[in-house]
């Protein structure tokens, strides 16, 4: 099963201030949907608890340790790890983890690709953080640039990172 992460950080690595995106961004949430429809996420519980509901289309499934009440259909598991091994159970090829920071950085070491809409902004008062890609553990693979526009505050980049995995 391929572990991949979908993101969008600010160039200093910023993902959300006090509980929601940093931005607004169309075209991004369109690239978010084609990356993620059809297959299981995983999400944080205050990322949960920011979307407000659940992403159609998809199994989703939240990881906490104190979560009470979810809607019929949606998973709750206190650690990564179980939800990855149950999904492998179920055989799927493809799991989403899509945030927030303090899942990204617990989940990095297990991902395998990470789809990363870097956002060509600095943002100051960020409250959650992607993790930095170290260089040499993750190969730059596929990118493509979205200008500014009316609909788009800022420039941002789609890029595709894969995994160097050693053989050991
Ligand atoms: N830009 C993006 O692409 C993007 C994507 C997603 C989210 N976001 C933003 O990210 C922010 C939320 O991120 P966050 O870091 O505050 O929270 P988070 O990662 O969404 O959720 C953290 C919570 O998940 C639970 N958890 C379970 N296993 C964990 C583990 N191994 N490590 C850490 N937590 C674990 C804990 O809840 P319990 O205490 O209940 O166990 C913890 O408090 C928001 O601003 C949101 O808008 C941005």
């Known amino acids: 099963m391929q572990v991949s992460m979908i993101v969008a950080a600010s160039e200093n690595n910023v993902i959300g201030v006090d509980n929601e995106l940093p ?19 995983i999400m944080g519980k205050n990322t949960w608890i ?3 509901k659940a992403l159609p289309g998809r199994l ?3 990881i906490s340790a104190t979560l009470k009440e979810v809607p019929e ?18 055989h799927h090829a493809e799991v989403a983890i899509i945030g927030g920071g303090q899942i990204y950085k617990a989940a990095m070491h297990l991902a395998d690709v990470i ?16 993790p930095v890609i170290a260089p040499g553990q993750w190969q730059l693979v ?11 505050a800022f420039a941002f980049t789609f890029q595709r990172w894969e995994a160097q995995k050693t053989n050991a």
């Open 115 to 130: 789809y990363m809409t870097r956002v060509h902004t600095t943002i100051n008062n960020g409250t959650a953080f992607f």
């Open 50 to 52: 920011s979307l407000g």
């Open 73 to 90: 259909g949606v998973l709750v598991f206190s650690r990564i790890e179980e939800a990855l091994d149950y999904l492998r159970a179920q």
């Open 60 to 62: 989703n499934i939240v």
């Open 23 to 41: 931005w607004r961004l169309p075209d991004d949430l369109k690239f978010f949907k084609k990356q993620s429809l059809g297959k299981p996420v």
């Open 142 to 152: 596929w990118e493509e640039a979205h200008p500014a526009d009316d609909k788009h």
